[in-house]
């Protein structure tokens, strides 16, 4: 398996446009999540799936951020509009359960990660 | 969630034994232990995860003492290539994954 691809690796936007993170996660894995990584705040989740469906959203930072999974192997994150202080590292993960715990727990399985640029 | 503390940042050189330390004092009868480690420019990565005693990987050996209030991250011999930034993790099966700051860790020659 090639892990959990997220696309693109970089975006530089300008602040009022909409951006659209992409993630495909490992097949098989029943849960995905949304982070974002920044210096002040750290890693925080967003929102996280299971079967396609958001389970909780809690941690998005306002109506300007919305997440989708139309199927198991496709998941976006959408910022409109966009704004210099989400300027961030998104990461995208995936994982068998909702922590990785098992007998054979691996953890979640991140992805290498979008940075995005607002100026 | 059980509230866990770790050093901000270490220092240690190659060849050294480093072990790192996490208190977790409210931890749970359900929670488990886990360590994540994450280098520059890239996601988090699942170190090794325990509930008591010690488990041993490829990676590192986690140390759980009986009450289970802390616990120590240990990597054997580490080269240049371990400098990152260590998380330590405590929840439940019924629980998300909150992650805290984290401990840099830095490997000099």
């Known amino acids: 398996d090639a892990g959990v691809i997220q696309s693109p690796r970089h975006e530089v936007t300008e602040m009022g446009q909409e951006v659209t993170l992409r993630c495909k996660p490992i097949s098989g894995h029943d849960y995905l999540f949304w982070y974002r990584q920044t210096m002040m705040r750290g890693l925080e989740l967003l929102i996280y799936f299971n079967n396609n469906v958001p389970i909780d959203d809690s941690g998005m930072p306002e109506d300007r951020f919305s997440a989708k999974m139309p199927n198991a192997s496709f998941s976006t994150l959408k910022i409109q509009p966009s704004e210099p202080r989400d300027s961030a590292v998104y990461f995208c993960?995936?994982?068998?359960?909702?922590?990785?715990?098992?007998?054979?727990?691996?953890?979640?399985?991140f992805g290498s990660g979008t940075r995005l640029t607002v100026v | 969630l059980a509230k866990t503390t770790q050093p901000i940042s270490m220092d240690s050189y190659e060849g050294q034994e480093v072990n790192i330390t996490c208190s977790h004092n409210n931890i749970a009868t359900n929670d488990y232990i886990t360590w994540y480690q994450q280098f520059p420019s890239q996601g988090p990565r699942f170190i090794i995860q325990g509930y008591k005693t010690k488990v041993t990987n490829e990676v590192a050996s986690l140390f759980i003492p009986a009450d289970r209030k802390s616990s120590t991250l240990s990597l054997p011999r580490v080269s240049l290539s371990d400098t990152a930034v260590y998380y330590c993790l405590v929840y439940s099966s019924a629980s998300k994954i909150i992650f805290g700051s984290g401990t840099r860790l830095s490997i000099r020659p």
């Open positions: 993960a995936s994982s068998l359960l909702l922590n990785g715990l098992s007998d054979t727990g691996r953890g979640y399985t």
